[in-house]
């Protein structure tokens, strides 16, 4: 049981491994979603299950359960949003339901991870399978080919940066263990090779969270692989990426100003970078890529803050943070006739040809910017209040000030999706499955922002 979310995910990527040898490849759509959602529903089981294995290398606890139980779920909505069979070529569906598995268990791994060997072990078998699924696009154009590539290369960089201070981490402690390193690193924090052994180990993550300066490779990437693929890698990751982040970060308590310094200096200028280029973008995903650093850059607040009540606060946005950039992801997924990208004109008289896909697309959007009584609102003011507490009024201001800037961004969807008619507009049905996807977007992104205490309660006992 105490590896059973793990096990199940792992069988599901072999079965898809069995299925793509076989000659029988019929109905593999149906095989996945009906195979992930009986993943995710007996994952439930071990929520509770503690315990450690490896020799304490791999620690289950509420909080890695928790977190492996978001990415299960998210990995089943992706499954359940997957729709269109213009984006994949039919042969290769087997192999990619197989990969996205293997990459959903390396990032399951992460969350257990409280070594530093099983952390890159981890992160490598979740990386990998990305690196293979990336270029599986329909009628492949220079595009993709390019961004699979600066995924494999900027990949492979920020892994070696990582290394490279984890190399450090091990010769301060010498040790690999976290709870040996933990009380030997706040006496180096002062010095130069424990600041910057900290930071380079963070790259790793930063990379996986599109954090400035590791972000130049998400815009590109998000433009150029599909939809479906391009739904998980700007979500599912960031999730596992923030774990982490909030089990190594606690290494640096109760603090060193240079390490708080160079945090604040990174998260000021992944939201300032963010929502300034996301005000020109014209292509929905790649405005997305921005808006994801510069939520990258919200989400450090809380972590910089270095409290308990900071990084639950971490949890509980990157959480909502899924829900919000899925729905968004959908509505390009449905919008998108043959697998391509879709741009912020093509919004244009969606109110008129499907309302409910309109709203949905108004809710996310809405959350995203922070607006109430959306849970990107609550997130958001879980994260400022946290820095603001700990006593970081400089960030929060910059956070403030981003926040209203990304607002015309995000309203400009809602705007071209109701005040644009488009003459002539075909009317987009959507079928039941689909309508009840959207309806449980728009639930959860607003329970999330009325009702937080709750799960805010959940996280913060976990950590």
């Given at each position: 049981?105490l590896?059973?979310?793990e096990?199940?995910?792992?069988l599901?990527?072999?079965?898809?491994?069995?299925?793509?040898?076989?000659n029988k490849k019929?109905?593999?759509?149906?095989?996945?979603?009906?195979?992930?959602?009986?993943v995710?529903?007996?994952?439930?089981?071990?929520?509770?299950?503690s315990?450690?294995?490896?020799?304490?290398?791999?620690?289950?606890?509420?909080f890695?359960?928790?977190?492996?139980?978001?990415?299960?779920?998210?990995?089943?909505?992706?499954?359940?949003?997957f729709?269109?069979?213009?984006?994949i070529?039919?042969?290769?569906?087997?192999?990619?339901?197989?990969?996205?598995?293997?990459?959903?268990?390396g990032?399951?791994m992460?969350?257990?991870?409280?070594e530093?060997?099983?952390?890159?072990?981890?992160?490598?078998?979740?990386?990998y399978?990305?690196?293979?699924i990336?270029p599986?696009r329909?009628?492949?154009t220079?595009?993709q080919?390019?961004?699979s590539?600066?995924?494999?290369?900027?990949?492979?960089?920020?892994?070696?940066?990582?290394?490279f201070?984890?190399?450090?981490?091990?010769?301060?402690?010498?040790?690999?263990f976290l709870?040996?390193i933990?009380p030997?690193?706040?006496?180096?924090?002062n010095?130069p090779i424990?600041?910057m052994?900290?930071?380079?180990?963070?790259t790793?993550?930063?990379?996986k969270l599109?954090?400035f300066?590791?972000?130049?490779?998400?815009?590109?990437?998000?433009?150029?692989a599909?939809?479906?693929?391009?739904?998980?890698?700007?979500?599912?990751?960031?999730?596992?990426g923030?774990?982490?982040?909030?089990?190594?970060?606690?290494?640096?308590?109760?603090g060193s100003?240079?390490?708080i310094?160079?945090l604040?200096v990174?998260?000021?200028?992944?939201?300032?970078l963010?929502?300034?280029?996301?005000?020109?973008q014209?292509?929905i995903?790649?405005?997305?890529?921005y808006?994801?650093?510069a939520?990258?850059?919200?989400?450090?607040?809380g972590?910089?803050?270095?409290?308990?009540?900071g990084?639950?606060?971490?949890?509980y946005?990157i959480?909502?943070y899924?829900?919000?950039?899925?729905?968004?992801?959908?509505v390009?997924?449905?919008l998108?006739?043959?697998?391509?990208?879709v741009?912020?004109?093509?919004?244009?008289?969606?109110s008129?040809?499907?309302?409910?896909l309109?709203?949905?697309?108004?809710v996310?959007?809405f959350?995203?910017?922070?607006?109430?009584p959306t849970?990107g609102?609550?997130g958001k003011?879980?994260?400022?209040?946290?820095?603001f507490?700990?006593?970081?009024?400089?960030?929060?201001l910059?956070?403030?000030?981003n926040?209203?800037?990304?607002?015309f961004?995000?309203?400009?969807?809602?705007?071209?999706?109701?005040s644009?008619?488009?003459p002539?507009?075909?009317?987009?049905?959507?079928?039941f499955?689909?309508?009840?996807?959207?309806?449980?977007?728009?639930?959860l992104?607003?329970?999330?922002?009325?009702?937080p205490?709750?799960l805010?309660?959940i996280?913060?006992?976990?950590?």
């Amino acid at each position: 049981m105490l590896i059973l979310p793990e096990l199940n995910i792992f069988l599901f990527s072999i079965l898809f491994l069995f299925i793509s040898i076989s000659n029988k490849k019929e109905n593999i759509l149906t095989y996945a979603k009906a195979i992930s959602a009986l993943v995710f529903f007996a994952s439930l089981l071990s929520v509770t299950e503690s315990g450690e294995l490896f020799s304490g290398a791999y620690r289950i606890d509420l909080f890695s359960q928790i977190f492996k139980m978001l990415i299960l779920l998210g990995f089943c909505l992706v499954t359940f949003m997957f729709e269109n069979k213009n984006e994949i070529e039919d042969e290769y569906l087997p192999e990619y339901f197989m990969f996205l598995g293997f990459s959903a268990l390396g990032l399951m791994m992460m969350t257990s991870s409280v070594e530093l060997i099983s952390i890159v072990i981890s992160l490598e078998v979740s990386s990998y399978s990305l690196y293979v699924i990336l270029p599986l696009r329909k009628s492949q154009t220079k595009i993709q080919i390019e961004a699979s590539m600066k995924y494999l290369f900027f990949g492979a960089v920020s892994t070696g940066i990582m290394i490279f201070g984890m190399s450090y981490l091990y010769g301060i402690a010498h040790s690999t263990f976290l709870k040996d390193i933990i009380p030997v690193l706040p006496g180096f924090l002062n010095q130069p090779i424990g600041v910057m052994a900290l930071i380079f180990t963070l790259t790793g993550f930063f990379f996986k969270l599109s954090l400035f300066p590791m972000h130049f490779w998400s815009p590109d990437i998000y433009e150029g692989a599909s939809n479906t693929t391009t739904t998980f890698i700007g979500t599912i990751p960031k999730l596992a990426g923030a774990a982490l982040l909030i089990r190594i970060t606690m290494l640096a308590f109760p603090g060193s100003p240079q390490f708080i310094n160079i945090l604040i200096v990174l998260a000021a200028f992944s939201m300032t970078l963010g929502n300034l280029v996301g005000l020109v973008q014209k292509d929905i995903k790649r405005l997305l890529a921005y808006s994801g650093i510069a939520h990258a850059g919200y989400l450090m607040m809380g972590v910089l803050a270095l409290s308990k009540e900071g990084n639950a606060a971490v949890f509980y946005y990157i959480a909502i943070y899924m829900f919000m950039n899925l729905a968004c992801f959908y509505v390009v997924i449905l919008l998108s006739k043959t697998g391509e990208n879709v741009t912020i004109d093509d919004l244009a008289g969606l109110s008129k040809r499907s309302p409910l896909l309109a709203l949905l697309l108004a809710v996310s959007a809405f959350s995203l910017a922070g607006i109430p009584p959306t849970g990107g609102f609550t997130g958001k003011l879980f994260l400022f209040m946290s820095a603001f507490k700990a006593g970081h009024l400089p960030i929060v201001l910059i956070g403030a000030v981003n926040t209203v800037i990304s607002i015309f961004f995000y309203l400009n969807l809602v705007r071209m999706s109701y005040s644009k008619d488009v003459p002539l507009a075909e009317p987009l049905k959507l079928s039941f499955h689909e309508k009840v996807l959207c309806y449980l977007f728009i639930f959860l992104i607003l329970y999330m922002g009325i009702l937080p205490f709750g799960l805010f309660e959940i996280f913060k006992a976990s950590i």
